[in-house]
Structure formats: C-alpha cells, structure tokens
C-alpha cells in the first residue's frame, strides 16, 4: 500500500519573518495540509493569510466562524490573499487544508482551522477563484496588518494522495 | 486493485481489494469521482482493519438554490436513528442548532447548487470515528465550507447513529440527486497502533 499522507517541506524560521512560501510543489497528491505552529510578534494579532501561485490580484475571498469568549462570524470578499483564521502573542496551531489543489476545472477551497491558546478558535472557508492548479503557497502579512510570524515558528506542507 | 465501490449511477470509483500489512497509518480506500450521472455516492464493502474512516473532498451538486443540504446514511439504515449538532457561520449570522430522531445525518454539509457561481465546489473533512466497534453508537465529526465572493458557509457538525452495528456501507446522497462533474469525494482508512 503506498504511502498518502507524507510530508513534503517544513519551514522553521531562524528570525521573525512576514513571509513563508512553499514552492515548486509536486502535483501528485490530491489535497494538501500545511500545520503551522506559530505565534505573532510585532502586534498583538495577525491574520494568517496565503496567496497561491504569487497571484496578488483580488481573487480571493472568505467565510469564518470564531469565537473568543462570543461567537463572530464574517466574511471578505475580493481581497489579494485568502484570509480566515488569525494567531495571537502565544503558540498558535493552525491547519489549512487545499482541496483538490491540482485539478484545473474548479476555483480552489480551503478549509482552516485555528486554535489560538488563551484567545479564540477560528474555523473559515476561503477561495482562489483560480482554475490553474496550485504549485506554490506562500503566507503572508496581511496587507495593512504589522504582525510577524515569529522566530521558531513552524510550518510543515503534507500531501494527501488518494487511490 | 478490486472495486470495493457501488456506485449508483455510473459514477466511477475505484479502491484496493487487498490490503497490505503496511505500516502506513493513513491509507487511501476507495475514490468517487462524479461523471456528472444522478445517483447516490455509496462507498459499500468497507474493511473493518481500521480504526477510523475519513473522507475528504469536493462537491457541487445540480440542485437550484444556493448552499444546499446533503445527506448521510450508513449501512442502508432509513430509520430515525440519527441526530445532528452543528455550528454555522454564513459572514452575517452565527447560528447552533440540533435536529434528533431522522432519518439520514441531513443537512451534514452544505454544497453549492445552481444558484453559486460556476467553478465553486464546497470541500467537506468528514471524520468517522471507531466505525468499527460493535459496542457503540457511531459519531462523526464534519468540517465543511464554500464561499462566493460575498456569501459563503462555515460549518462544524457532529453526527450520530444509534446503532452498535460495524460501519461497512456509507451513502451520501447529493440534494437535486446529482453531483456534478467535478465532484470528488476520497475515503481514507487510518489505523492504529497494533
């Protein structure tokens, strides 16, 4: 039986840093998870948001549900990255999972979840409206935010292949 | 590799009829891709050597209206043997509700119908736990989302059946009874330590 959960990058930052990206990603998987074990310096909070394929365009949007001690829900539309879950001044464990990231005949989704430790959960949904198959991930500062992902914080890209 | 899927409908699947004793602890089954034909997704014949079943993927069905409901069954069983808990955020309003005593996990995710731009397909991360046991109700866990550039859902649902039964057959049947080309949907087995 081969393998279908495999690791295929981790980035573990050596200084604060307002960018991480996964390149060059193979397309022989049928979903992608990024784990990201980070926390956020320079402000009290940050967004956690991606962009695929360096597309800085307005092509992305988003839905989330979180609750810190109430439950919020709202929504972006034609925003440059996708944006749905946030990290604050403490370790934060974020899944993002990219569906179906290869295929070129349907807009991309991403499911993510955020369990930020003393502050909120986040579960949000976003879009790439993007037919073009995913090859690079980059995270990324939010565009009007100062927060920085932190020095030791981790992300580590997985591939999910079906039969 | 033997089909273990049955799909009605001519949709495609395909799984391995001869497990390994690998130590890999996430292993693909079986895979249903949609050729666009109206039918329930069945994934039948599960193997009982695992301690948990998830699937993962994408939907979109041909039904009208916007996000609709889908429903979920197992082992064929119609009677009011199920329940359902769920956490919805549309951007607007957040909203919890419970339904007990029916007859599928209904309205276990939300997928867009014709009423959504083209291209969106809903993704779903559905999470059987201990489906194999034959000394308890079974629960599952949903996460599934679908946005459209200025509406959208995010959802968390858990599911139960009251039923101490193995899992061997799971149906999932699309609202409008057809999910469109496009539609992906993975079963996955994961194992436990021995």
Redesign the interface.
Known sequence: MPATYEPIATTTLGSNSTNVTFSSIPQTYTDLVVVINAYCVSATAMDIAWRANSDSANNYSGTRFMSDSSPYTDRSSNTNAGNAVAIFNDWSVTRAYFMNYSNTTTYKTALLRSDAKGYAVYSGVTMWRSTSAISSLEFIQPFGQSGQYASGSTFTLYGIKAA | ?SPITELVGGAKA???GN??T?A????????YTSTGSSGDIVFSSIPSNYSHLQI???LRTNDTGSFNNQALRFNGDTASNYALHR????????A?NATVNIGSINDFMRAPGTGVSS?????A?IDILDYANTNKFKTIRV????????????I?TSGLWRNTNAITTITITPSGGTAI??S?L?L?GIKAAA
């Open positions: 590799m395909y799984g391995w497990l390994s690998s890999t602890a996430f292993e693909s089954i079986a895979t993962r993927g994408i956490l919805r955020g549309d951007g607007t309003n957040g919890a291209n969106i397909f809903a993704a991360i996460f599934n989302g679908v946005d459209d550039n200025g509406s959208g859902q995010i968390l080309t496009g992906t993975a996955y």
